[in-house]
Structures are given as structure tokens and as C-alpha cells.
């Protein structure tokens, strides 16, 4: 499902699980659950349309790089990500 954006957007280092790409996963757990778009704090006006509606999967794990950095609660360090340049752009 990544492939196709990553290569839209011009990020040949990115959207596949092979040999030379740099994969970041979200493994997801078959738990319902209702969103609520003021519950993480993250959302500026803690509120959505999608508010109430109840989502059939819920992210359980997510990799960046191939380290844990979230099982629930976030467990990586700030910072841990880095920016990628589209290819052939320069600033």
C-alpha cells in the first residue's frame, strides 16, 4: 500500500519491504474501537467528523527502521525520525 505513494512522491528509499528500502510498519490488532479525536491530545480542535464512528482494527505495534517505537504507548525516543528529500529536488 505504500509502493504506489512512495514512488508518486518521489521517495525511492521508501515504500516497499525490500533489500535497500527503509520500511517503517504499523502491525494492527483485530480490536474495535470508537474514534475520539480529543483523546490522544493531539488533535488541535478535539473534535472530527469521524468522531463516534468505530473503527475494526486498532495499531498495536509500529517499527521505524526496525526498532519498537510504539506498543500502546509510544516507546522511541523524540527525534528518532528523519526527513527524506524527494529525489532529484534540491532546496
Known amino acids: 500500500m505504500a509502493e504506489n505513494p512512495a514512488r ?9 519491504l525490500t533489500a535497500g528500502k527503509d520500511a517503517d ?11 475520539d479525536a480529543a483523546e490522544s491530545g493531539h488533535n488541535v480542535v478535539g473534535w472530527s467528523p469521524y468522531n ?10 509500529t517499527y521505524l527502521r526496525g526498532r519498537q517505537v510504539f506498543d500502546g504507548v509510544k516507546v522511541g525516543e523524540p527525534g528518532a525520525g528523519r526527513f ?5 529536488l534540491s532546496l
Open 8 to 16: 508518486h512522491f518521489r521517495l525511492g528509499s521508501k515504500g516497499a
Open 84 to 88: 527524506v528529500r524527494p529525489e532529484g
Open 52 to 61: 463516534g464512528i468505530e473503527l475494526p482494527w486498532t495499531v498495536g505495534l
Open 25 to 35: 510498519i504499523a502491525v494492527l490488532f483485530d480490536r474495535p474501537k470508537v474514534y
